[in-house]
């Protein structure tokens, strides 16, 4: 994996340096300030994040290194690694790279998908910034920025989406990526999904199963154990 997304990890940030700069660099390769870490350790912090989940200040403090650095590192990497694509399980050499290849997946091999919004706390937007309420999430009561993820019934990862605001509802989330497209073009897939998706799960009751909803506090002692 590093051999592979190495060269394209050094392209991209020439390339940002370059539209940066407005010009060709001046100097030769490797001239100039050096970061805390070398391309190596980005990899490893980003797989690292997306496996266990663990915050950036969390991975930072883990690391002896600024937070900004984490949070620099795993947005250079991630969006490398969405372009390799998420492997399909005991399929070596299958890549999973969009929504639809997703969903034409898991219907040719009858998969019950397991659709989920992660949250992970981010940098305060400085005051003054356009859309700065954006980030507040209400269920964290922080800043965060909000992923939509798709694994199966294992739990191993399929696809993550794209980042949004913490603000926006997990079910906004998914209608604004896709995610209720694809189960129109799919009858025949399946998911599981939290409360959070109760909506979407309305929608295709033939399709998707959200949990029970939580009874009222005045509600009969047998049905809240229920």
Known sequence: MIEELADLWLARRESELRER???????EAGAGPKHDLVFTDCLL???????TGLPHAALAE????????ISRAIGEIRPLLAMRGFAVPDHSGVRLRTLADVFAYAEAAG????????????????????????????????????TTTISDGQGRLLWSGADRPGRMHDQTAMRTEGIAEQFRLHPKVT???????????NEFPDQISAPPKKPKGDAPLGEQYA
Request: charged share 35%; with cysteine; glycine share 12%.
């Open 191 to 201: 998911a599981e999904v939290d409360e959070g998706d109760r909506g979407l799960a």
């Open 45 to 51: 912090v980003t797989l690292v994040h997306l496996r």
């Open 111 to 146: 998969i019950r998908l397991r659709i989920d919004g992660a949250e992970t706390q981010v940098r305060r937007p400085k005051a003054g910034r356009p859309g700065r309420r954006a980030f507040v999430s209400g269920k964290k009561k922080q800043n965060t920025i909000k």
């Open 21 to 27: 700069r407005g010009a060709e660099r001046q100097r």
């Open 62 to 69: 883990l690391c002896g290194i600024a937070r900004s650095t």
